[in-house]
């Protein structure tokens, strides 16, 4: 009997996982096809490359800050499942990083590493970027459960590196456009935008805020089972 | 740069029109070096099958092709290349849209107050600018964000246009200005950027003789996205300098502020020449991708154009003055 539901919600919860994780693959990969598309039919502009690198980062960004939003759609909505897409929305973050990076210096400047090294460690947007690349796979390879085992307590720890990356992600941007957002002035309508998204997902992590709400959300929730509640619930098995 | 490139080349250039024949023309001429031009090309070119991308209409030129593009591994940018990638944020950031977003856009009638510090100051119609003489110019084009193309402009040099209004002797500067009409260009209504667009040339830069303002391009009317119906070509400057669709060109006694200046004052300087030793701050100049081509060509020395303006700037520290 005990087995039998056991069995029931396990094969529940996976049959739920799969249909959400589906979802995640399939909005995860249609970008990649969407771009492929794009450059055979020559429909990326006369300058593709620089178009393949602004939209696998647009992508990457993307996917850093919806990998950024389970945990606090969770904390507001209660909503448990949705934890179970976080790793595959951060290894698609990590994958249009690394598709990015791959054509800056693969396609844009043709393995020419003379030219790659200086442009990538002499200036303040590609530091920044690389850095926040460099966590990506640094989270991306220690993402798998052996990993999670033999780190222990630590991985939890080197795990919150996301949130650096999420910040040094967005100051990336804002420097590669021309503009200036401390100055709210030039190009900076889209650095802005995903900024202040980000700010909003990392305030929502703070211990307190985070009890705050989860407080309040109990609260509500048990409010209403409170007032609905008339028959007395079957006992345990 | 090479000598020669400096010699125009007389021909008759009544043909002028599709791309083809523009560019088979101009190969030809280069290959050939010729004198007697205009009756060989008439026959090369043969009958006009070539439907032009456009309907615009043509503009007689004096048939004086001045290329400054100079090497011959560097080809001449497509129409299609040439007006289908375009930054015109007055109309949309997105490079790709300027040209679907701005055909509409009204460039006749369409008037050019040149006034300031002039003896004649003077409004000018776009019949004005085409009664200079129009001159072929092949020049390439550095954009501050690391591409460049070669594109064959049509126009004349602004120091003409100066001459007629006679600048007084206290000018030291000229002043542009883009029209910002927010009914016809959408990105106007974006209110991160201190609209109108404006932008400026120290008077001798604007004197130099590779200083043109330019009508048109491959023998055609400017298309909207490229700075209809006239607009500013500085080909040793950053592209951002060649300030399109201009409504009015002042003549001014202190160094103007632009609009990149004045959004960003440490990335974008006042003469913003083309300069692979002097980075932007935030992005490397050594290399360019040529629009077309696959790999990268080193960026070089006022966009290849020391020869012609170097002196401009001697004793100058260009990497205070960038």
Redesign the interface.
Known sequence: MYMKQLLSTWSAKTRQINYLKVLVYIGAITPLIWLMWAYLSNNL???P??AATQRTGNYALIFLTLALSVTPVNIITGYKQIITVRRTLGLFAFFYAAFHFAIFVG????F?WS?VI??LF?????IVGFLAGFILLLLAITSFRWWMKRLGKNWKKLHKLVYLAGILVIVHFA??K???IF???????KPLLFGSIILILLILRIPAVRKWIIATRRRLFQYRNNSNKSAPTSPNT | MNKNLYKSVPVKSSEITPEHQYLSRRQFLKAFGIASAGALIAAACGPDKNVSPTDTSNIDSTGTINDFSSNSNEKVNTF??IT??NNF?EFT?D??SVATLSKDFQTSPWEVEVYGLVEKSKVFSIDDFLNFDQEDRIYRMRC????SMVIPWLGFPLSKLLKEVAPRSTATHVRFETLADPDQMPGVK?G???WPYQEGLRLDEAMNDLTILSTGLYGKVLLPQNGAPIRLVVPWKYGFKSIKSIVKIELVDYEPDTL?S???PR?YGFYANVNPDV?HP???Q??E?R??E???RDTLMFNGYAEEVAELYTGMDLSVNY
């Open positions: 502009t006369v300058n490359i620089q396609l844009d400047y043709g020419e030219y200086p442009e002499e200036k303040r947007y590609t420097w590669a021309k503009g200036d100055r709210l002035s030039g190009d900076i309508g | 299609e290349e289908n990638y944020y950031m490079k790709s501050v964000e690391g591409w974006n991160f950027y201190p990149w004045t959004i960003a990335e980075d935030r992005w490397s050594r290399t991708r629009i077309g696959s790999g990268r």
